[in-house]
């Protein structure tokens, strides 16, 4: 899991679903000089503005998870530790 990183953005609730195959948006591409055009690296961020906090986060995997938002499952790859790290 060392292609993802995470992005801001201020909301009540999140469900997402980001995978190192996903591509950003071409609008966040970046113009390498050297390589051409690529695509950043797909980014997921979450932080609370002053005075609210993330409450709870249900559900993380960095592995191959099932499902849809409100109901994933755990795929045959996971890595059991990831909830642990996210709410660090």
Do not use: Y
């Not at 190192?20 to 961020?45: C, H, I, T, V, Y």
């Not at 609210?52 to 755990?74: L, M, N, V, Y």
């Amino acid at each position: 899991p060392t292609k993802i990183t995470f992005l801001t953005r201020s909301i009540e609730s999140l469900c997402a679903r980001v995978s190192e195959s996903f591509p950003q948006p071409a609008d966040f591409w970046k113009l390498n000089m050297k390589d051409g055009f690529n695509s950043s690296k797909p980014e997921l961020r979450m932080n609370c503005p002053k005075g609210r906090h993330i409450s709870s986060i249900k559900f993380a995997s960095f592995g191959t998870p099932e499902g849809q938002c409100g109901i994933f499952q755990h795929g045959q790859c996971n890595a059991t530790d990831t909830l642990q790290i996210i709410e660090e």
